[in-house]
C-alpha cells in the first residue's frame, strides 16, 4: 500500500517554520510522507501567521483553492492550525465547509487524536484551548536543516505592544525548564548540529517565573560548555528586557553570535508610548551603546513599523533619525496594518496607505544604503563561515552566513556544506556580501 502523503504549507515567522517541524515529525511518526506538495495529498495542513497584512483573507483564499481537491477526492482532510486557527477558531469551519479541522499552536501534541478523531467522525472539529507548555521533547520533530536547529526555550508573551496580536494567539509567556532545552541540545550535538537558535516571541523574559530563577544569560551559560555546538543564537530581544548581564554574556561567550536582533519599532517617543513598547527612545539608544561596548563587533537588527496610527511627519522624521543614528545591519520594515481585536486597530487617525507606501519607500532608501556602507566596510575582512549550501546564483557558488548573520556567496565545492570555513570578504552589497574561501587558517574577524 502506498504511504498516506501530507502537504504540510507554512507561512510566517521561525517559530511557526519550528512548530512545522514539530507536526512533521507527528505525521511522519503516524506513517505520513510528508512535502508541501499539495498534488495527491491525504492531509493537508495550513500553519498560518496573522501577523500582519490580510493574513485572515490569504488564508480563507488558499482555502478556497483547495475545495476542488477535496471535490476530487472527499477523503482528502483539511486543517488550519497557528495564529489565523487560534484567532479565527470555529469561524473558520462555518466559512469554510471543506475545512475538517482547526487548532491552535498549543494543541500541536494532540494531532494524533485529532486526526483520529477527523477521520473516524468525518465532521469538523476544533481544539483552541489553552495547554500549559508541552514538553517537546515527548514529541518527534523532523528538523528542516541537518546543522543547524531551531529550539524553543519559551512560548507567548505578556507584553501587550498594542499593534501586535501574539498574545492573544499565543497565549502568555511560559519558558521551557533549563534542564528540557539541555537534553536537546545534547541531542542536537550528538547528531552533529552546529548552530543552535534558541526561540521566544520575547525571548530576553526567558526564565522570569521559574521556581530556579534562571534567565537567559544563565541559560547560555549552561549550553555554553555542550561539546559539538560551535554556534549559539537567540531571537527576538525586547529592548525593555534586554539586560546588561546578558550583554557581558553574549561579549564573553565566543559560542554566542554577535548578532542581536532588537526591534526598536519607532524612533519617536509619542508613538513608542502608543505602542505600548515600555521604553523611551533615549533608553533604547543607551541600551545599543551598551551592547557596542559589550559586545565587539556586534550587528544589530531591528524591526520598524510605518504608518502606526497618528504617526505625524515629525514622528517619522524621528524613526529616520534614529536609524541613521544607530545605523542598523539589517531591518526588517513593515507598514503598520490593523489586526483584529488589538487596542490600535480602534484608535484614531489611521494612516492612509499612499503615506505608508511613501514612508516604506523612505526609510527602505536610507537602510539600503547604511546597509550597503557597513557591508562595503567589511572587505578585506576575514569572516567565519557556517556554509548552507549551493547559493540561488548558480550551482558552483555557496552561501553561507557569518556569525553577525550576513549572507556571503563565494565559490566552493558542495561537499563544505555544513562546514565552518574562512572566507576572506572581498565586496560589500546591500544584502550579502561576497568573497573567497581560504585555505590556511585565519583569526576570525581579522584584516589583511
Ligand atoms: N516580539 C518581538 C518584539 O517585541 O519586537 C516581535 C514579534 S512580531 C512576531 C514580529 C514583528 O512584526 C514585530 O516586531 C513588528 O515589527 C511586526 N508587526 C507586528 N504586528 C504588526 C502590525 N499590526 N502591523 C505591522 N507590523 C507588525
Ligand atoms: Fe508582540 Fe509586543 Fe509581544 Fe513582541 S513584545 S510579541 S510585538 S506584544
Given amino acids: 500500500m502506498d504511504p498516506k502523503r501530507a502537504a504540510v504549507i507554512t507561512y510566517g515567522c521561525q517559530m511557526n517554520k519550528y512548530e512545522s517541524e514539530r507536526i512533521a515529525g507527528i505525521l511522519v511518526g503516524l506513517g505520513y510522507e510528508v512535502s508541501d506538495d499539495t498534488r495527491d495529498a491525504d492531509l493537508i495542513l495550513l500553519n498560518t501567521c496573522s501577523i500582519r497584512d490580510k493574513a485572515e483573507q490569504k488564508v480563507y483564499s488558499q482555502l478556497g483553492t483547495l475545495k476542488w481537491l477535496k471535490r476530487d477526492n472527499p477523503d482528502l482532510l483539511i486543517g488550519v492550525c497557528g495564529c489565523v486557527a487560534q484567532q479565527e477558531g470555529e469561524r473558520i469551519l462555518q466559512r469554510v465547509p471543506h475545512a475538517d479541522l482547526v487548532f491552535g499552536p498549543q494543541n500541536i501534541p494532540k494531532l494524533p487524536s485529532l486526526l483520529a478523531q477527523a477521520q473516524a467522525r468525518r465532521h469538523q472539529l476544533s481544539d483552541l484551548a489553552d495547554n500549559p507548555l508541552w514538553d517537546e521533547q515527548l514529541f518527534p520533530i523532523q528538523r528542516a536543516h541537518p546543522f543547524q536547529a531551531w529550539v524553543t526555550v519559551m512560548q507567548g508573551c505578556d507584553k501587550f505592544c498594542t499593534f501586535c496580536v501574539v498574545p492573544y494567539t499565543r497565549g502568555r509567556e511560559q519558558s521551557r525548564p533549563v534542564a528540557a532545552i539541555v537534553q536537546e541540545v545534547e541531542a542536537l550535538a550528538e547528531q552533529g548540529y552546529q548552530e543552535v537558535t534558541l526561540l521566544g516571541q520575547n525571548i530576553d523574559s ?243
Fill in 206 to 448: 526567558y526564565g522570569k517565573r521559574s521556581a530556579d530563577g534562571k534567565d537567559l544569560a544563565d541559560l547560555l551559560s549552561t549550553l555554553y560548555p555542550i561539546d559539538g555546538i560551535k554556534r549559539l543564537r537567540f531571537i527576538t530581544s525586547h529592548p525593555r528586557d534586554f539586560t546588561e548581564k546578558l550583554m557581558r554574556t553574549v561579549g564573553t561567550l565566543d559560542k554566542v553570535c554577535e548578532y542581536i536582533h532588537l526591534p526598536v519599532q519607532a524612533g519617536s517617543n509619542p508613538i513608542l508610548k502608543r505602542m505600548h513598547r515600555g521604553y523611551t527612545r533615549e533608553e533604547y539608544l543607551f541600551k545599543v551603546e551598551q551592547l557596542r561596548t559589550h559586545v565587539s563587533d556586534v550587528a544589530i537588527s531591528t524591526d520598524m513599523i510605518v504608518g502606526f496610527p497618528g504617526e505625524t511627519d515629525d514622528d517619522f522624521a524621528a524613526t529616520l533619525q534614529l536609524t541613521e543614528s544607530v545605523e542598523f545591519d539589517a531591518m526588517y520594515l513593515f507598514k503598520y496594518s490593523p489586526r483584529p481585536g488589538t487596542r490600535a486597530s480602534a484608535f484614531d487617525h489611521q494612516v492612509s496607505d499612499a503615506v505608508k507606501t511613501e514612508r516604506f519607500q523612505a526609510l527602505l532608501e536610507v537602510q539600503e544604503a547604511i546597509q550597503l556602507r557597513r557591508n562595503r566596510a567589511r572587505v578585506g575582512r576575514y569572516e567565519e563561515v557556517l556554509v548552507e549550501g549551493p547559493s540561488k546564483k548558480g550551482s558552483v557558488q555557496l552561501t553561507g552566513r557569518t556569525r553577525q548573520n550576513r549572507p556571503v556567496n563565494f565559490i566552493g565545492h558542495p561537499s563544505l556544506t555544513g562546514s565552518l570555513v574562512t572566507v576572506r570578504i572581498d565586496k560589500g552589497g546591500v544584502h550579502s556580501l561576497e568573497g573567497e574561501v581560504c585555505t590556511e587558517g585565519r583569526e576570525r574577524g581579522g584584516e589583511d
